[in-house]
């Protein structure tokens, strides 16, 4: 039968080897106590207070020491209070030589074991003062001699104590050494695991950056390919032009239709050309701003008379929303125009009879200006907006088969906005519409 409450698992191993010391060597004290004093010298009230000390303290002392915040140092106070309740006992017993003997021994190894030289120094001054104590109450009388059964008894005690608080120490000590070697596994354990997981980040690295080159292999080559991909183009664009006057001009009007869908599938395909070479330019860092004055309206009327028979296509109605005084801007024009078109151009594709208005806000206060552009067209939900400034992607499936498109405008459009120190965001709702607002610094260098 185990005699100790099941310990909780926090408890401290000193409070766990105290308290089956106290169990077991207690009753020896008790029946010391009993057979040197019987039967002249024990009283009724003398007999309570050993079996409370010897019998029950065991238990008030581990359950005070386990529900402690700090359970060693409440156990050392517990030892402290077992020396000045010792010095009562000696007082008691007279100072016998064998029952004395086998009790100072228990309690001074006790303490100089737990809680080292310094805390036996206390504990034995505590037991010094517990004789004090009790010989003022209660008088001072030495009988060094006592009878064999009881120096016998004294005898079993203190080897019972002996071979009990060896044990126990031992059953520490082989806890502590399956717990070292318990350790000493798991770190191995670790070791190796770092070892695989770092072995595994090289080689992540390695084909990170092998990825990267490649990317930005692709993207350089693209970059200095821009001249060679777009003169051949221009010269079928500038060919067909010219073809389609000299055919008007002597009455050829049946090549007209054709060299026309030459000129705009070459212009289309010119279109496509510029955005991926345009993204190809900012992956390889190629892409630099044009710092340059000038006035926000001239720009912003010049970009909605372009895109005007693009407006008409679809049968939708424009609206510019712009305040009457200048807003002079000090930026990349170029790359503002560009934007606005992307958005103007996105805005009537996906509308059919609508409305498409751009309202121009300024923010002295901020230095900035705000461009929206309002559409009613088919909306988009959640979840395709999450896709939308993902290069190659449009809102779905569907979309690219209905409208065409690289899906590259908008990514391009957020880069550029990006470089002018700017930003791009986006409200929609399906079959209602969509809000593209683009946010910019008057001045790009104060925004660098």
Not at 43 to 58: E, I, K, M, Q, R
Not at 193 to 220: D, F, I, P, V, Y
């Amino acid at each position: 039968m185990n005699m100790a409450p099941s310990p909780g698992p926090a408890i401290h191993p000193i409070v766990r080897v105290d308290f089956l010391t106290r169990v077991v060597t207690m009753p020896a004290i008790l029946l010391m106590v009993i057979l040197h004093l019987y039967p002249a010298g024990l009283t009724l009230p003398l007999l309570g207070a050993l079996v409370v000390h010897t019998l029950v303290w065991p238990h008030i002392a581990y359950h005070l020491a386990r529900r402690s915040k700090t359970p060693k140092a409440t156990e050392l106070r517990n030892l402290l209070i077992d020396g000045l309740v010792t010095g009562v006992w000696l007082t008691v017993l007279q100072l016998s030589l064998w029952p004395s003997t086998a009790i100072i021994v228990a309690m001074v190894g006790g303490l100089l074991s737990v809680g080292g030289p310094a805390h036996a120094v206390r504990g034995v001054v505590l037991m010094l003062g517990g004789v004090l104590l009790s010989a003022s109450v209660v008088g001072l009388q030495i009988q060094p001699d006592s009878s064999l059964s009881v120096s016998l008894l004294s005898s079993a005690a203190l080897f019972g104590y002996m071979l009990t608080f060896a044990y126990l120490s031992h059953a520490q000590s082989k806890r502590v050494v399956n717990g070292l070697r318990q350790i000493r596994q798991q770190h191995a354990e670790i070791v190796e695991k770092s070892l695989l997981l770092e072995q595994r980040g090289l080689e992540l690295n390695e084909a990170k950056e092998s990825a990267e080159a490649a990317s930005h292999t692709k993207s350089q080559f693209l970059a200095n390919m821009s001249h060679e991909l777009r003169t051949p183009l221009n010269a079928i664009i500038g060919y067909a032009e010219m073809l389609a006057e000299e055919a008007q001009d002597i009455g050829r009007t049946g090549f007209v239709d054709d060299l026309e869908r030459i000129r705009g599938s070459g212009k289309h395909l010119l279109s496509l050309i510029n955005e991926i070479l345009d993204l190809s330019k900012i992956e390889a860092g190629k892409m630099d701003l044009f710092i340059e004055s000038f006035e926000l309206k001239p720009m912003l009327k010049g970009v909605v008379d372009s895109i005007a028979p693009v407006i008409a296509a679809n049968g939708n109605r424009f609206e510019l929303q712009i305040p009457a005084y200048a807003i002079a801007m000090h930026t990349d024009q170029t790359k503002l125009r560009q934007i606005l078109f992307n958005l103007l151009s996105n805005a009537c594709k996906f509308t059919e009879r609508g409305t498409i208005t751009v309202n121009v806000e300024l923010e002295a206060g901020r230095g900035e200006v705000v461009l929206a552009v309002h559409d009613s067209g088919i909306g988009m939900t959640d979840e395709q907006l999450g896709r939308l400034f993902q290069p190659f992607t449009q809102a779905d499936a569907s979309t690219t088969r209905k409208y065409g498109g690289t899906g590259l405008g908008l990514t391009i459009s957020k880069h550029f906005a990006s470089m002018m120190g700017g930003d791009i965001a986006v409200s929609s709702q399906p079959e209602r519409g969509s809000i593209f607002t683009v946010r910019l610094p008057l001045d790009a260098r104060a925004a660098a």
